[in-house]
């Protein structure tokens, strides 16, 4: 096996060596198989698939000895590597959904799964998730928490944190993750790879959650990666409604844009001073880059009525023992609220949505920090102000994630750089809705100019193994 194939190397790069030869599928897939399974010291999977990649990749193998390199024109992700979250169903391989509980949906393909296996891509495993992705880390009763690959110490963020981490460690080429408050941006930023979360329903969501907050999209190394999943995971599906809406904006042109910077009180001054690279890079491109504020009165507690009373809807009391202890603080919560609470949440959403259609008037793209704090404890729900989940305050340190899933607006996280201590900033880019192509082009011309270092390889097994507790949480 050569070199080339001890670690995955992105959608991109991976396609490029298997069209000239240097690496087979099978080779490829195997490598990334074995280091999931025996160096994945972040904990970023929870099942590593088996006999079925492997005869995968051996048929991606055989496609490409017998079509050459037209067959990525009809299969564009054959032989590439990809992870999916534990939230989405799988055929093959088990979906717990980071909990206890039993799993009762129907063990097939989501959708967005089977897409990528019909282009060629090659699942090799689930990735840790917080428990039904009630939190912004990766914290669960069936693992240990997953960690960051610049620092084992710190959290990879989450809901999607394993997605990110396997990406960032070189343990796939890329990733599927959900967001439903920053889930896949946050854990983009803290491990220093893009993540995409696109328009409410460009990728068809099965099955599709009342609230309305919930997005599927791709987390991988490069824009081009992610813009690739993206395209080949889009489109209409029967079983999602949302899926099926037309974009409410006209096509706006990417270049001169105008570009809304917004600058959260709780940003720290690192992650300002990172982020401000990005900020003078679009202007340096020619864009107009100004400040703006978007004010809506009781945005972070009308999210807490509509995530909790979602979470309250689909749990019994009876199951209560087996339910992660954070989550369960918000069940609680959520079995206080009544349906004109709800009604009061909704009408903040309504006046958020409003307030950008406005803003997105005067601004082409909105600008700012992923994520206003540099990571914290690998054990932790959020930095220490928001840890303790009775308090209510279990995103309140994300403003700039959420905002985005209430208008279902399409939004992108880059890296920006580094920060002093080596950790990952992320950037994020935001469209109105169904500005997609216009997020993606703009991400794409940033990623080129900040030309942000990939992130650092994997620890040695044995200095992080000697961190992690004897049990799992």
């Excluded at 967005?112 to 998730?129: H, M, N």
């Excluded at 991988?220 to 904006?249: E, F, I, K, N």
Aim: charged share 20%; proline share 8%; hydrophobic share 45%.
């Amino acid at each position: 096996m050569s070199g080339q194939a001890m670690r995955a190397h992105g959608v991109s790069r991976t396609k490029a060596l298997l069209r000239q030869g240097e690496l087979t599928a099978l080779e490829h897939t195997a490598a990334v198989l074995a280091a999931a399974r025996d160096h994945d010291t972040l904990d970023a999977y929870v099942a590593v698939a088996g006999e079925q990649a492997l005869r995968a990749a051996a048929r991606a193998d055989a496609l490409i000895r017998e079509h050459g390199a037209d067959i990525w024109r009809t299969r564009p992700l054959l032989g590439v590597t990809v992870s999916v979250k534990d939230l989405l169903q799988t055929r093959d391989l088990p979906t717990v959904r980071g909990s206890l509980l039993p799993n009762d949906r129907p063990r097939q393909d989501a959708p967005a799964v089977a897409r990528l296996r019909a282009a060629g891509a090659v699942i090799v495993g689930k990735t840790a998730t917080s428990e039904y992705g009630w939190s912004a880390c990766t914290l669960s009763r069936v693992a240990p928490p997953t960690r960051n690959p610049h620092d084992p110490h710190l959290s990879a963020g989450g809901s999607s944190g394993g997605a990110a981490a396997a990406v960032a460690a070189g343990l796939c080429d890329a990733a599927l993750g959900t967001d439903g408050a920053g889930s896949i941006r946050i854990p983009a930023a803290f491990c220093g790879v893009v993540g995409y979360k696109p328009t409410l329903g460009r990728i068809p969501y099965v099955p599709n959650s009342a609230d309305r907050l919930a997005h599927q999209g791709p987390l991988a190394r490069t824009v081009a990666d992610a813009a690739l999943l993206a395209q080949v995971m889009a489109g209409p599906h029967l079983a999602d409604p949302d899926s099926a809406l037309a974009s409410l904006d006209a096509p706006r042109a990417d270049r001169g844009l105008r570009i809304g910077w917004i600058d959260y009180d709780t940003t720290t001054d690192e992650v300002r001073r990172v982020a401000d690279r990005a900020r003078l890079a679009l202007e340096a491109q020619g864009h107009r880059v100004a400040d703006v504020e978007v004010r809506c009165e009781r945005l972070y507690p009308a999210l807490v009525d509509l995530l909790a009373a979602s979470e309250a809807a689909g749990a019994r009391p009876e199951d209560d023992q087996w339910a992660d202890a954070g989550r369960l603080e918000v069940i609680r919560y959520g079995r206080t609220l009544g349906g004109a609470d709800v009604i009061r949440a909704e009408e903040v959403r309504q006046n958020l949505r409003a307030t950008l259609r406005t803003v997105m008037d005067h601004y082409d793209v909105l600008a700012m920090a992923t994520v206003p704090v540099e990571p914290f404890a690998y054990d932790a729900v959020g930095p220490p102000w928001a840890a303790d989940p009775r308090d209510l305050r279990w995103l309140a340190w994300a403003p700039a994630s959420y905002p985005f899933n209430m208008t279902g607006q399409p939004a992108l996280s880059l890296p920006a750089g580094l920060t002093a201590a080596g950790l990952p900033v992320g950037v994020q880019l935001v469209g109105p809705v169904g500005g997609d192509d216009l997020v993606l082009a703009l991400a794409a011309r940033l990623e080129s100019d900040l030309a942000t270092p990939l992130p650092t390889p994997l620890p040695a097994p044995a200095s992080v193994r000697a961190l992690q507790p004897a049990t799992a949480r």
